[in-house]
């Protein structure tokens, strides 16, 4: 197994194997500030937050390869990511809009708001069948 992670002082995403060696990183460019990765091997994809400049939710192949922005509009600082995937859906809630917001995991369509609050600050998100989990801080 592989682990995937983002370095913030750098803007790269890097995979390791789980104990350490193979380390490399698989997208160093057109990343600002990645936040949080999701990842799902079945399918090969690598999710991920980004707050930058240009606030986005990110998918590629699990090799950094083609690259596409899924979410740009409507969103301010998406933190947790996460995907659900018996329903091939994808998660993230953002701290600026106080929302839990999906997306279909293939295409970005089918956006809809799971949930809205105010002053909730939210930080990471979880999926596990039926249920949604999450944190604020």
Known sequence: GNIYWTDHG????????????????????????P???AVHPEK???FWTEWGQTPC????HLDGSEKVVLVSLGI?????????????????????TDKIERIDLESGGN?????SGSN???????????YIYWSDR
């Open 111 to 115: 956006r809809e708001i799971v949930l």
């Open 76 to 96: 301010a600082w998406p933190n947790g990511i996460s995907v659900d995937y018996e329903e091939n859906k994808l998660y993230w809630c953002d701290a600026r």
């Open 44 to 46: 090969g994809y690598l």
């Open 10 to 33: 750098f803007n790269l995403i890097e995979v390791a194997r789980l104990n350490g060696s193979f380390r490399y990183v698989i997208i160093s460019q057109g990343l600002d500030q």
């Open 57 to 60: 939710i990110g998918k590629a």
């Open 120 to 130: 909730v600050d939210m930080f990471s998100v979880a999926v596990f069948g039926a």
């Open 35 to 37: 936040r949080s990765i």
